[in-house]
């Protein structure tokens, strides 16, 4: 009280005001001095960190440095005081308990020689618990946006470019991070639908905040095609409106979509087709008798009748085709071998490969396993690709059919150097009536693709204009 009123008063002199204000700071402050015997003593211990742990000045005074350390259980600090002792204005931090305390030793010069160290220690929880939260936050950021499985980008309203991508957008699009930070979206979409991405961001620029999804064909490093399907979200990003993109590819979404619209056509034809079939193969086979008896008294006409009976056989081919189509799930399933199956097939259709001036090359992998199927439909099918991949080269070529086993599916291919298939008409095949030949009628594709489904197998295609085609068939291995 007498010290209050005394401070109140006026009354202390500057000596003692110092240390009425060094008493009472939150810090500790604390001096070691050089004695006589040329060790650093402590001299001065006050604040109100000191008087929180108990530290009796009066005590310790006159104690050595690396005593007072020990006795405290913290002599790990000892070379930082040494390294103090010996001139150096020295920071350090010193975890105490669940505490945490930042330090610094001043050392003062006389004559070229440290007579003092002035030290002090500051109490910086409170600044490591908020370090270790941003810590812990980064790392979930992270979690959530540098190892998801989706692509992330940031990108400036009124700039082209990005300013972050993550490492799997990369991954998507076969780039490196440091290569898409210098690229605009508009480099990752084929060129017939930039528009499309173009819209948005004029929609962005234009002011409009609200989420936007849509979906693009985006190209790949490799040239490789893509579905890319966008979510954007308006934000903001050092002090700039930004938006935040979320990446994902859907191509195999969009084929899975696709094998299950051609399913369900291929489902709704098959119930229709043997009624149809039926009802006009009755009328059609007593057509064709009497065509075929006016022909035997056409009296020089015979290049017509021979025209219809021609047209005649087509469309019997074609109710054959639908009768397929409606024929219920694969019977009389039997063990086969492939590698002889193929070259029965390959064989056949040997004589038509010379016609077109093609070589057929097989390549097949060691110790192929059976597989369980109906021999019969699976010649009907192999002969089919075979054929259309041999008329797919007028001027001659290659074809190649090969068989080996991947991730435990039979993997038949057969590729030709032919002209390739559009990317927009890929899609189409398999659908009734949709075909690249001039005389064909898109069914004995159609029938290939129920036949294989119908066999728990896949028929996929890979094609390059101006290159050639590669048709896949993928049967599981039972």
Not at 248 to 258: H, N
Not at 293 to 322: N, Q, T
Not at 433 to 459: D, R
Request: one cysteine or more.
């Amino acid at each position: 009280m007498l010290r209050a009123q005394g401070v109140e008063a006026g009354v202390l002199s500057p000596k003692e005001e110092w240390f009425h204000i060094i008493q009472n700071v939150h810090n500790h402050i604390f001096t070691f001095i050089r004695n006589e015997q040329d060790e650093f003593v402590l001299d001065l211990s006050e604040g109100k960190l000191a008087y929180e742990f108990g530290v009796d000045t009066e005590k310790l005074k006159g104690m050595r440095a690396e005593d007072i350390l020990r006795q405290y259980g913290i002599e790990s600090i000892m070379p930082y005081y040494q390294l103090a002792f010996a001139g150096q204005t020295i920071e350090y931090e010193l975890a105490f308990g669940e505490r945490y305390f930042s330090s610094v030793l001043t050392p003062i010069c006389r004559n070229g020689i440290v007579t003092e160290i002035i030290g002090s220690a500051t109490e910086i929880t409170e600044y490591k618990q908020m370090k270790q939260q941003m810590q812990e936050a980064e790392e979930l950021y992270r979690s959530l946006v540098e190892d998801t499985l989706v692509g992330v980008y940031i990108a400036y309203v009124d700039e082209p470019g990005f300013v972050y991508v993550n490492p799997r957008l990369g991954d998507i699009f076969g780039y490196s991070q440091e290569e898409l930070v210098k690229m605009t979206a508009s480099d990752l979409v084929i060129e017939e639908e930039r528009d499309i991405v173009r819209t948005h961001q004029e929609r962005r620029i234009n002011g409009d905040r609200s989420n936007i999804h849509y979906q693009f064909r985006g190209l790949c490093k490799n040239g490789n095609r893509i579905d890319v399907e966008v979510l954007q979200k308006t934000s903001t990003y050092k002090q700039k409106p930004a938006v935040i993109g979320i990446v994902q590819d859907i191509t195999e979404r969009k084929q899975a979509e696709e094998l299950v619209r051609k399913s369900e056509l291929l489902s709704v034809i098959g119930q229709m087709a043997a009624g149809v079939a039926h009802e006009i193969r009755n009328p059609l086979t007593s057509l064709k008798g009497f065509v075929q008896l006016l022909r035997a008294h056409s009296g020089g006409k015979d290049e017509y009748y021979r025209i219809m009976l021609s047209e005649l056989d087509r469309i019997e081919f074609i109710i054959s085709e639908f009768l397929v189509l409606a024929k219920p799930q694969v019977v009389f399933q039997r063990k086969r071998e492939m590698q002889p199956l193929l070259e029965q097939i390959v064989m056949i259709a040997d004589t038509h490969a010379i016609m077109y001036n093609v070589q057929i090359l097989t390549s097949y992998a060691d110790n192929l396993p059976a597989i369980v199927c109906e021999e019969n439909q699976l010649k009907q099918v192999f002969l089919n690709l075979l054929k259309n991949a041999v008329e797919a080269m007028p001027n001659g070529g290659v074809v190649t059919v090969s068989a080996s086993v991947e991730d435990g599916m039979m993997l038949i291919a057969f590729t030709d150097q032919g002209c390739g298939i559009a990317e927009e008409q890929l899609l189409k095949l398999g659908e009734p009536f949709f075909t690249t030949k001039p005389n064909g009628t898109g069914l004995g594709l159609m029938v290939s693709y129920k036949i294989i489904a119908n066999h728990g197998g896949t028929i996929s295609v890979c094609s390059k204009e101006e290159t050639g085609t590669t048709f896949e068939i993928r049967l599981p291995v039972r």
